[in-house]
C-alpha cells in the first residue's frame, strides 16, 4: 500500500514567517503534486513537479521533488493570512489515479 | 468553464438511514472519482470511473456504498444503510487523461463536497 506522510500535521504561525512542509513516502511516484483546500470547498492544485530533483517556484511558494521522486518539499516565503488551508501532496503512478498525503493544517495569524 | 457540481452540499440523516449524492464533472472529462475525507486529512479514493466503467473500486464498501455512471457523464453514490463512522465530506473530482503514458500526469478538479453528518 501506497502512503504518503506529511509533516508538521499542524502549524501556525504569524504572518511574515516562512515555513516548510515536507511529504514523504517509501514508494516512487512518477509525479508530484501540490493541492490547497480552503474549508468548504474541494482540493485546488497548485503545482505538479515529474523530474527527480525539479524545484518549481509560485510567487513565494518554493515546491521541490526528491532525486528519489518518494518525497516532496513546499516552502512558503513570508506567509500571508491568505495562505492558511490545509496543504495536501498527492502521488502518481502508472493509472490515473493519485494517492494523497496526510495533509497539513497551516493557520497564518495576522 | 464550469466547474464540478456537486449536491446536496449538506446532508444530515439518523444511522441506518439512506443517502445519495449527485455529481456533474466538467463537460468532456472521462474520468471521475469519487473520495472521502474525514475532517483535517488527506481525501481517500472511494471509487474511480473512465466513462461509465469502473476502473478501481478497491476501498469502496460495497457491502453499503455504491456508485454508478450510466451515460459516461454524470455520477451518483449512494450509502444504504449510513452508519456514525460514514460521516465525512464526499468529494466528486474529474480530470481529462484516461491513462498516464510516461512524462504525462493528470489534474483533478474538485466539486465543493457534500457534508454529511450521521447521528
Known amino acids: 500500500t501506497q502512503l504518503l506522510e506529511q509533516s508538521p500535521q499542524f502549524l501556525s504561525i504569524q504572518e511574515g514567517e516562512n515555513l516548510t512542509v515536507y511529504c514523504n513516502s517509501s514508494?516512487?511516484?512518477?509525479?508530484l503534486q501540490w493541492y490547497r483546500q480552503e474549508p468548504g470547498e474541494g482540493p485546488v492544485l497548485l503545482v505538479t513537479?515529474?523530474?527527480?530533483?525539479e524545484v518549481k517556484k509560485l510567487k513565494r511558494l518554493t515546491f521541490q521533488f526528491g532525486d528519489a521522486r518518494k518525497d516532496s518539499s513546499l516552502h512558503i516565503t513570508a506567509a500571508q493570512p491568505g495562505d492558511t488551508g490545509l496543504y495536501l501532496c498527492a502521488g502518481g503512478g502508472a493509472t490515473n489515479k493519485l494517492i494523497f498525503g496526510t495533509g497539513t493544517l497551516l493557520a497564518v495569524q495576522p | 468553464e464550469a466547474g464540478v457540481a456537486q449536491s446536496p452540499r449538506y446532508k444530515i440523516i439518523e444511522k441506518r438511514q439512506s443517502v445519495a449524492f449527485w455529481c456533474n464533472p466538467i463537460?468532456?472529462?472521462?474520468?471521475l472519482y469519487w473520495y472521502q475525507q474525514i475532517l483535517g486529512q488527506g481525501p481517500k479514493l472511494l471509487i474511480q470511473f473512465q466513462n461509465n466503467g469502473v476502473v478501481d473500486d478497491s476501498q469502496l464498501p460495497k457491502d453499503r456504498f455504491s456508485a454508478e455512471r450510466l451515460k459516461g457523464v454524470d455520477s451518483t453514490l449512494k450509502i444504504q444503510p449510513a452508519k456514525l463512522e460514514d460521516s465525512a465530506v464526499y468529494l466528486c473530482?474529474?480530470?481529462?487523461?484516461?491513462?498516464?503514458?510516461?512524462?504525462?500526469?493528470?489534474?483533478?478538479?474538485f466539486g465543493p463536497g457534500t457534508r454529511l453528518t450521521v447521528l
Open positions: 514508494s516512487v511516484f512518477s509525479s
Open positions: 463537460s468532456g472529462h472521462a474520468t
Open positions: 473530482a474529474s480530470s481529462l487523461v484516461g491513462f498516464l503514458a510516461g512524462g504525462l500526469y493528470n489534474e483533478q478538479f
Open positions: 513537479v515529474v523530474t527527480g530533483g
